[in-house]
């Protein structure tokens, strides 16, 4: 089944700790991104990659790295999380060039304490 | 930016045709309005795109206007499982904003 897997759904985790969610998809798509959602703000981008060593920030960067280093993967990397960073956040891939949209994970919740 | 205005939330019978407008007066001419939809807290889920022509598929049907300005998404037999938040979205195909959407509640 074609998806895009992220984990984990749920973290918990204190100030500071580093932490990082993956996200995997197995369609084959250069294009990736990152999303949080916070209530009354909608979805916002964090950062996007078009293909394999190509990242981008997006909208609300700060705090926040990514890689590629393979084209299925775009793990999403919080050095020192604050709980400002508490949030839904959604990992999405589709083809590059291609005018099909995206197709997102389940989310991950985080909580920073 | 949001390049879209959507009115923040709207109801339907169930059973009736649930129409959800969209305005983005100032869509370019290589962008496609993109609808998805958000059930609770689950990934967006993609339902319909188009350029200029209507579009339909399974879910729902895509009235664009002549001009471009304004678009219509129509639910034809809304249920009680289509209550989830609508997001309105123009873009060429990679980059997404998505705003707040509009929240439809279908009430039994």
């Known amino acids: 089944e074609a998806q895009v897997t992220q984990n984990p759904r749920y973290l918990i985790t204190v100030t500071g700790k580093k932490l990082t969610v993956t996200c995997s998809q197995n369609?084959?798509?250069?294009?990736m991104s990152w999303y949080r959602q916070d209530p009354g703000l909608g979805l916002r981008q964090i950062y996007y990659?078009?293909?394999?060593?190509?990242?981008d920030k997006g909208d609300v960067p700060e705090g926040y790295k990514v890689s590629r280093k393979e084209k299925r993967n775009f793990p999403l990397i919080l050095e020192s999380p604050s709980p400002n960073q508490t949030s839904l956040y959604f990992c999405a891939s589709s083809t590059q060039g291609s005018n099909d949209g995206y197709t997102f994970g389940s989310g991950t919740r985080l909580t920073v304490v | 930016d949001a390049k879209t205005t959507q009115p923040p939330s709207m109801d339907c019978a169930e059973g009736r045709a649930a129409n959800l407008p969209c305005n983005h007066s100032?869509?370019?001419?290589?962008?496609?309005v993109y609808w998805y939809r958000q059930i609770h807290s689950q990934g967006p889920q993609y339902i319909i795109h188009?350029?200029?022509n209507n579009e339909t598929n399974e879910m729902a049907s895509l009235i664009i206007t002549e001009d471009r300005k304004s678009s219509t998404l129509i639910l034809p037999h809304a249920t009680l499982r289509d209550t989830a938040v609508y997001y309105c979205i123009v873009s060429p195909g990679n980059q997404f904003y998505f705003g707040t959407g509009t929240s439809l509640t279908v009430i039994p």
């Open positions: 369609m084959n798509h250069e294009y």
């Open positions: 990659s078009m293909n394999v060593e190509v990242t």
């Open positions: 100032t869509i370019s001419g290589n962008e496609y």
């Open positions: 188009g350029l200029k």
